[in-house]
């Protein structure tokens, strides 16, 4: 299945080639979850602050659905 995914702040560095906050396309087996994507990308757990599923907030055991739309972001910092 195609999900649309869009990292944000530094998780930009997941996905050489692709700006902050703009949308790449990832291909999942059926029935992956929002942490599936997450490992499939390589980003860390523990440097997940918050995920977005279609403009919601969502836990990473969320099942994703064909065209879904995320969003993933860091820890904001700032001052």
Known sequence: MKIKVKLYATFSRYHPGTLAGTPFEVDLPAGSTLRDLINHLEIPESEVKVCFVNARIQELDVD??????????PPVGGG
Do not use: M
Request: glycine letters at 20%.
């Open 64 to 73: 994703l659905n064909e065209g879904d739309e995320v969003g993933i972001f």
